[in-house]
């Protein structure tokens, strides 16, 4: 069993808040263990929790188009979110239950070693540029300790405001220019006026 294996099925048995009592499924996430990028949302919804995986509703879909756009799959990749379990009614996660999942998130990554971390959303912002707008930085990505972290609106943003499709659109297509660079330089360069931006994107 794979490391990442082996963490899913950690995942599984957790109990470490109340949102265990009320889900279907666990929503631990998909893809490969070798993924270059992680994508992370926020947290499952209705057929996250009925299906066990990421993504699988309408905002699944877009994502599944926007990967297409530049090339990709899911097993390309691997795909989360900052929580791993059904908040009821698709309310926003609350702050117990992010740090509840923290410990979960972080292993991921751990075990991953992606490049870039791709946030889906203001709460998978939050998580790892605190306090910035993602209407200020979708788009521009950060070096964030040795992850280099690209903020996107959620994919389901452009299911209920049609004019931020095109943005997202235009965001994720910088994509594998960012990854290129990555896979060329050992460390990518920072400006001295802002010691989290990237100066070759």
Known sequence: MSALSDLCRQV???HACDLSHQRTQVVPGEGT???????????PGYNEDRLGRPFVGAAGSFLDELLSSIGLTRKDVYIANVIKCRPPGNRDPLPGEIVACKPWLDRQIEIIEPKIIVTLGRFSLSRFLP???ISKVHGKPRQVGEVVCFPMYHPAAA?????LRSIIEADIRRLPEILGTLKSTDEPNVTGGDAQQLTLF
């Open 12 to 14: 599984a048995a957790c």
């Open 33 to 43: 263990e070798r993924a270059d990028i992680i994508f992370i949302g926020e947290a």
């Open 159 to 163: 299911l209920h405001q049609g004019s």
């Open 131 to 133: 306090n910035e707008s």
